[in-house]
């Protein structure tokens, strides 16, 4: 690689989307044809303007970051600049709990969040390492030796805003919810995983599917404070 590459990354993967501007749908085969982007450019066909790329590299070239994506049988190298910033989606699979219990959701919710960070624990130490938490109903918060044990990071977002939701997303970390009646839930935990201008993502480990909530329904739950957030 060229003297103009200046670091590399392999991170978990993510989902991206590309921006509206005008002309700005390109990408390139290989990284080091950023020496010369206008005779280098490939047109990305109209059909995936509004897919979700999923991003497996990053790169920082001649002063700016780029990403590595794949969609079907294309794949190449984005300039971030062109990339939507009111849209992320953490590529974690949702995990389906393996009982109806509130302990089996709670493993769920744990193990998606740990597997992210790169931590290989198994459920029944999750388990272990819960306790007595579900029979007292605490905070959420109260599981917080979990994550900073198998992460050394804990980041308590039981007062953040949306926007520091958003950006804790964009670092590449899920974050776990605490809810009651979101979506006709019970109290359980969900995984938030992303985000665009009218909706979050989350992975549900009732149902092991992804799901969806509007921006405007999962507010009004965090004002009337039925939502709890912790991240690492």
Same mark, same amino acid.
Do not use: C
């Given at each position: 690689?060229?003297?103009?590459?200046?670091?590399?990354?392999?991170? !978990?993967?993510? %989902?991206?989307?590309?921006?509206?501007?005008? &002309?700005?749908? /390109?990408?390139?085969?290989?990284?080091?044809?950023?020496?010369?982007?206008?005779?280098?450019?490939?047109?990305?066909?109209?059909?995936?303007?509004?897919?979700?790329?999923?991003?497996?590299?990053?790169?920082?070239?001649?002063?700016?970051?780029?990403?590595?994506?794949?969609?079907? @049988?294309?794949?190449? /190298?984005?300039?971030?600049?062109?990339?939507?910033?009111?849209?992320?989606?953490?590529?974690?699979?949702?995990?389906?709990?393996?009982?109806?219990?509130?302990? =089996?959701?709670?493993?769920? #919710?744990?193990?998606?969040?740990?597997?992210? #960070?790169?931590?290989?624990?198994?459920?029944?130490?999750? *388990?272990?390492?819960? &306790?007595?938490?579900?029979?007292?109903?605490?905070?959420?918060?109260?599981?917080?030796?979990?994550?900073?044990?198998? $992460? !050394?990071?804990?980041?308590?977002?039981?007062?953040? @805003?949306?926007?520091?939701?958003?950006?804790?997303?964009?670092?590449?970390?899920?974050?776990?919810? *605490?809810?009651?009646?979101?979506?006709?839930?019970?109290?359980?935990?969900?995984?938030?995983? &992303?985000? @665009?201008? *009218?909706?979050? %993502? %989350?992975? =549900?480990?009732? +149902?092991?599917?992804?799901?969806?909530?509007? +921006? $405007?329904?999962?507010?009004?739950?965090?004002? @009337?404070?039925?939502?709890?957030?912790?991240? %690492?």
């Amino acid at each position: 690689m060229k003297k103009t590459s200046i670091a590399s990354e392999t991170p !978990h993967p993510f %989902y991206i989307r590309l921006g509206s501007i005008p &002309g700005e749908q /390109w990408y390139l085969q290989d990284i080091e044809d950023a020496d010369d982007t206008l005779l280098k450019r490939i047109k990305l066909p109209e059909t995936i303007w509004n897919q979700d790329l999923l991003v497996d590299k990053i790169n920082f070239f001649n002063k700016q970051a780029w990403y590595h994506f794949k969609y079907d @049988n294309f794949e190449g /190298w984005l300039p971030k600049k062109n990339v939507k910033k009111t849209f992320r989606r953490l590529a974690i699979p949702p995990l389906k709990q393996q009982t109806q219990t509130d302990l =089996d959701n709670q493993v769920a #919710a744990l193990q998606m969040v740990l597997q992210s #960070a790169g931590a290989n624990l198994s459920d029944d130490e999750i *388990k272990n390492q819960i &306790g007595d938490w579900n029979q007292n109903d605490d905070s959420l918060a109260d599981l917080s030796h979990i994550i900073i044990d198998a $992460t !050394h990071s804990i980041k308590d977002l039981r007062r953040a @805003n949306f926007k520091q939701l958003e950006n804790q997303i964009m670092r590449r970390r899920p974050v776990i919810l *605490k809810v009651a009646g979101v979506n006709n839930l019970k109290t359980s935990l969900i995984v938030l995983i &992303g985000f @665009n201008k *009218k909706i979050f %993502y %989350y992975n =549900d480990p009732w +149902t092991g599917h992804l799901e969806s909530i509007s +921006t $405007t329904h999962l507010k009004k739950h965090w004002q @009337n404070r039925r939502v709890e957030a912790i991240s %690492y």
